[in-house]
């Protein structure tokens, strides 16, 4: 360890107190995303601003310049530049201001935005996803600072706004694209999950499907009839054609397409079997009455599809598209009443090879952050298993990993809460990682 790191890491140990108590502050702040679904925008719109508000405040001790900005009103993201003496890489240190709402209060043990503290946890909305990382940043940068660190390269710190509902054009979209770049990224997103402060270098793409079959309709009874004329006829217009029966024919085969991904989609940051399609909302019936007594002439199929980041969406788009067609051919109504495909949503994926240097200094530094205490020995490193911001930094050519305190399966959960002694080691390994990226003098 250098003589930087040594006093750097010994001043985070100091702040531990003033970082819990920071990070309170931040989740007494209700920044619920006010674009999140059934939420009062007006009510709640401003809280992203105040958090970047406070980590303002911090940027600076961390002797950063600091800027707030946004592209809507109350919705403010915040960056710190804290420049280098030059010759060294740039580093982002990156999280999101903005959290998911906290759900029936009476359900959790604590009230979600008082901060309540037990001997060994901070809960509350936020805490996991994603204060403890963003504050954890924050005090990075200031013991670097109060260390007398000078780091060669910039250090820029990032707190952007929307994040939870997919609005990176809001957030990290929109700082990047005002010029605060740099040479590598780290994003403070939970990213505990087998073990804990691992290292997450992807992000799979996620494409969002709604496949329409439209049937015809008829009384219940109708169907031995049905049946009848689809073995004996089954070119001829039937009395009754039942949209869900059709459907879930279709879904059948997407379910052995998604068995064949196991074999065929394969990525060496991923596990086998991680790329999937899903259907989660099924809506089917009759137009006339959502009731047993008629056959039923429109379903819609709803899928959140998980794809490898280094295959185009256009490739999995056209597999899928075939298997439907496919379907439709084997179906003697569907091939005449073909299904309609749509894709509502889709966010790329991303990704940083292991190999790549960013990698490598982030593993060594959480290593070096994390020895003598329970978080000691290499981490676990995998991908992300969802959406995040990794996938504009890899998409500006920027490499970015994920590492920041908390478990995943406590992300968006009640009674989130997240571990002190984690969020002090992150806290740690930031520094460590922004000394070994950037260089120190
Ligand atoms: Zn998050």
Known sequence: MTAATDKTLARLDGMRDEMVSTLQEAIAIQSINPTYPDQDYDDLVGGETAVSQ?????????GAETQLFGDAAGRDNVVGVVRGTGGGRSLIFNGHVDVVPAGDAGAWTHDPFAGHVDGTHIWGRGSVDMKSGLVAQAFAARALHESGVRLRGDL?????????????????????????????????EPTGAVGPLSVMPATPGVLVMRITVTGKTGHASARSLMRAQLRSSPDEEPIAASALDSALRVHDALRRLEDEWEVTLTDPLF??????????????????????????DETTLDYAIFYPPSVDVATIQSEITATVARAAEADPWLRRNLPKVEWPMHYPGGRTDRSDPLCQTVVAAREEAAAGTAYAGAPDVRPFPSA?????????????????????????????????????????????????WCGAV
């Open 271 to 296: 596990e086998p079997g991680q790329f999937t399609i899903g259907l989660d909302v099924i809506d089917g019936g009759a137009r006339a009455a959502r009731n047993v007594a008629f056959i039923p």
């Open 388 to 436: 995040t911001d990794l996938t504009w930094f890899t998409a500006a050519g920027i490499p970015a990993v994920g590492l920041g305190p908390g478990s995943l399966s406590m992300a968006h959960a009640v009674d989130e809460r997240c571990a002190i002694d984690e969020i002090v080691v992150a806290a740690k390994a930031y520094a460590a990682a922004a000394i070994r």
């Open 54 to 62: 406070l980590l303002a405040g911090h940027y600076r001790e961390a």
């Open 156 to 188: 820029i710190l990032q707190g952007v706004a929307g994040e939870e509902n997919l609005e990176h054009h809001l957030g990290t979209s929109l700082v990047l694209g005002n010029g605060f770049v740099a040479h590598g990224a780290i994003i403070a």
